[in-house]
């Protein structure tokens, strides 16, 4: 009967967990194999990150993926919300297929720009939850700030999006 109970909150446990916040976009790359496209789109990462070599954590072309590291500023954008300030890490991966390719953004992780700051406002991991506190006393704040990363984050990715489809329909001037 214990172990019924275990397995039986384990479950709901899992049931209730909420799933990683992730942005993705299929490009199509009409006649272009994916030798060439992985080529490309290194190529954009070593422009658009400014180091490929600090960016990329795996790059296979035989497999056709490339998988790095990234961030962006943040800010609410008001002074009461200062100490949510600072970076969101995220991961980005591009797989890659003969005339056509998808980038992925996610692990979007909020941290303080100060971690000396006494009110430990980093979110941390950004997922599909509406919510990031349902109580206490900053969960007003928590949750403004929760929805407000994920639109920026959102916009941030469109960007990305636009960025690497833009590059590759330069014909390669871009890259």
Sequence with gaps: MIRLSIVLILLCSF??????????????????????????INLWFGKT????????????????????????S?????????????NIDYAIT?????????VELSDFNHGDSDPTNPFKCALGLIT??????????????????WNDI???????SNDIFQSIESSLKSDGADF
Excluded: P, W
């Design 94 to 102: 591009v797989q890659v297929k003969d005339n056509r390719f998808r």
């Design 15 to 40: 049931a209730n967990a909420q799933e990683n916040f992730i942005l993705s976009k299929v490009i199509q790359a009409d006649n272009t194999s994916k030798d060439e496209l992985f080529t490309k």
């Design 150 to 156: 994920k639109l920026k984050s959102e916009t941030y």
């Design 128 to 145: 599909t939850a509406e919510l990031h506190s349902e109580s206490g006393i900053s969960k007003k704040y928590n949750n403004a700030v």
């Design 49 to 72: 990150y400014n180091s490929a070599k600090d960016v990329i954590q795996m790059s296979d072309r035989e497999g056709g993926v490339i998988v790095g590291k990234g961030l962006f």
């Design 74 to 86: 943040y800010s609410f954008g008001k002074t009461i919300y200062g100490c949510y300030d600072g």
